[in-house]
């Protein structure tokens, strides 16, 4: 986890990743949309599951709801975001230190790609990692963009987590209760806060893609 030195990497690719950038910022507000369909998708589901509420059953019990079809492609989504995001943010990354090879990164490379998964850093470490690229392209900070960003972010997934757990948990198999009546508006408000933090990253992502094509052409 310590600042990895300038010598750290070797790097031989100095073409800004400028393809990912529009990538990963499509991505975002595609998340955006999703969470408002899974939100009327909710609320489309709520008599199936009442009824699930009254006979005590579990949500991998209940009748097939449009909450099913709707949630299925997710996990697979999210899974392709965060390789496009790694690898956008790992290149980035490589791409500084080519163009500024005296910035002393706080972590190391590694943590591009491990920052958004390991349990407890992924709270802050992406946030220093898209940090460090930021101020080592653009030589500046970021500033006020990083609170409705990654502070937006953390709501989204808290959010989110808990419209997870008043369905049963990861795996479904706790009895539903009342409080999966308001999984809908848990995502529809999940929804509004994303999209606050959807277009803060993408003014952080045009920037550094701005300067990095700047860099290229100088």
């Not at 300038?6 to 949309?33: C, E, K, N, Q, Y």
């Not at 408002?36 to 097939?64: C, H, K, P, Q």
């Not at 956008?88 to 790609?113: C, E, K, M, V």
């Not at 470490?125 to 972010?153: E, M, Q, S, Y």
Request: net charge neutral; hydrophobic share 55%; aromatic share 16%.
């Amino acid at each position: 986890m310590a600042g990895a030195q300038p010598s750290d990497v070797v790097v031989t690719d100095r073409r800004p990743p400028t393809g990912l950038a529009v990538a990963v910022i499509v991505m975002g507000w595609v998340w955006v949309a999703w969470l408002v369909v899974l939100g009327f998708a909710a609320d489309a589901s709520e008599d199936t599951w009442r009824d699930a509420v009254e006979r005590g059953l579990s949500y991998a019990d209940t009748a097939s709801a449009p909450f099913d079809l709707a949630y299925v492609p997710v996990r697979g989504y999210l899974a392709a975001t965060f390789v496009v995001v790694s690898l956008w943010l790992h290149r980035s990354r490589r791409f500084a230190q080519a163009h500024n090879p005296d910035y002393r990164f706080r972590l190391s490379i590694a943590w591009t790609w491990f920052g958004w998964v390991v349990p407890l850093l992924l709270l802050w470490f992406p946030a220093l990692a898209v940090t460090d690229v930021w101020k080592a392209t653009l030589r500046r900070r970021v500033g006020w963009l990083l609170v409705p960003w990654w502070g937006c972010w953390l709501v989204m997934l808290w959010f989110s987590w808990t419209a997870e757990g008043w369905l049963g948990g990861v795996f479904g198999r706790d009895v539903l209760t009342d409080d999966a009546m308001v999984v809908g508006d848990s995502y529809l408000l999940s929804a509004m806060i994303a999209a606050i933090s959807c277009w803060a990253w993408t003014v952080i992502v045009v920037r550094i893609r701005r300067a990095q094509l700047a860099l290229v052409s100088a």
